[in-house]
């Protein structure tokens, strides 16, 4: 039996990817080790649509929250954060670790901040030095409108624009420079199609002021100073993952060949054709505005999750991720972000009718896969 992966981080990584890992290591000094860094942080330019510098960080996402945290704020600064789910969540955390000064937005699950919610805040708070946004909310499978809360907070304020893109980026159109964002996080485990290690940190020139013009803090690490000053050489203040960067460069090159406007439309439309093959099943979907990564579902009445997550996995090798706090137990998540094509869809929704019908589910034989090959046959 093939093994499938449907879990929004880590995702699949291509063969070639793995292979170009397998190589003797290289010392990260040497020039051809330079060479291949200067060419990521180029294709990261070109995937977060910035001439701004993209560093390469060895963390998982997080590490890259943290980081640039910990270097735009201090004590005492004044952050908002969206709370959408467990990411925006986890914005809150990190404010209130390194300032104290958190401003908490509460959303409900499933659903994306309106402009004018986050506006009516900032008029509140005209003190406030950053507001800190999830474009795909993960736990909750919900996108925001980023270009648009952009656009309603720079009008209201002066704060700086981080956004946690790190199941965006890759799977919904983002302009970095455009629209006007100061930082953007995303982890190698998730649309890059890599294994997890890396953090990619885009960092505005506004930001890049502000990181400069800052004293002592406690930071070392995972000091986007220290970053940006090595970057500016195509070099790392440390020793970075070699072999994590000459996958990513392998990786970036595969987005970069199939087109960024191409990897963006072929995410939507897999997730399209995933809703539609759930929806086909009898199933709910749980988002008011669903990402293109990641697609949550109620799962039927009366289906216990332990065991269709078991036999899901057991009989049709298939891991899909579970739902998080208040709703575990009562929705499942399924991926497609990275690298996926449209048989990987017919895979996921096919293996799906396996298991709810072995678990006594009431539905039609095929109806969800024939949802999805109607949706690819139809577009
Ligand atoms: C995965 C994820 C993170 C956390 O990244 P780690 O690599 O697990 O540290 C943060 N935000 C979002 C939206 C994510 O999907």
Redesign the pocket.
């Known amino acids: 039996m093939k093994k499938r992966l449907f879990t929004?981080?880590p995702t699949p990584v291509p063969e070639n990817v793995m292979l170009s890992m397998a190589a003797p290591i290289i010392h990260h000094r040497n020039p051809e080790f330079m060479e291949i860094l200067t060419r990521v942080h180029e294709d990261l330019q070109y995937l977060f649509r910035t001439t701004q510098p993209v560093v390469v960080m060895t963390c998982?996402?997080?590490?890259g929250?943290e980081s640039a945290i910990s270097s735009l704020f201090g004590t005492g600064d004044k952050v908002v954060t969206v709370n959408a789910g467990k990411?925006g969540e986890?914005w809150g955390e990190l404010v209130r670790t390194f300032t104290g000064g958190c401003v908490e937005v509460m959303v409900p699950w499933g659903e994306a901040i309106r402009p004018e919610r986050l506006v009516e805040v900032l008029r509140e708070h005209p003190d406030a030095r950053g507001v800190c946004i999830?474009h795909?909310?993960?736990s909750t499978g919900t996108a925001a409108d980023i270009q648009a809360l952009c656009a309603a907070i720079h009008e209201a304020s002066d704060a700086l624009i981080l956004v946690?893109g790190?199941?965006a980026i890759g799977a919904h159109e983002f302009h970095f420079d455009e629209w006007g964002a100061d930082i953007c996080i995303t982890?190698s485990?998730?649309g890059l199609m890599m294994p997890?290690g890396l953090?990619l940190i885009a960092v505005s020139e506004r930001a890049q002021d502000i990181i400069e013009g800052r004293g002592d803090h406690p930071q070392f690490y995972l000091s986007l100073k220290k970053a940006l000053e090595s970057h500016a050489g195509n070099d790392t203040p440390f020793t970075p993952a070699v072999t994590l960067i000459i996958g990513l460069a392998e990786a970036l090159g595969m987005l970069r060949d199939e087109g960024i406007e191409n990897v963006w439309k072929r995410h939507e439309r897999l997730a399209a054709a995933c809703r539609q093959g759930c929806e086909a099943l009898g199933m709910k979907l749980f988002s008011s505005s669903p990402s293109f990564a990641v697609t949550p579902v109620w799962l039927p009445e009366g289906v216990d999750w332990k065991q269709f997550n078991k036999t899901l996995k057991a009989d049709n090798g298939i891991t899909v991720a579970a739902g998080q706090d208040e709703f575990a137990g009562r929705i499942f998540r399924i991926s497609h972000l990275g690298y996926y094509d449209e048989l990987d869809m017919l895979a996921v929704i096919g293996g799906l009718e396996f298991t709810l019908k072995s678990m006594g589910v009431p539905f039609e034989p095929g109806a969800g896969v024939a949802a999805v090959q109607r949706a690819f046959l139809s577009d």
Do not use: L, V
């Not at 998982?60 to 590490?63: A, K, L």
């Open positions: 929004p981080g998982s996402g997080t590490g929250m990411f986890r999830t795909s909310e993960t946690d790190i199941t982890g485990q998730k997890p953090a």
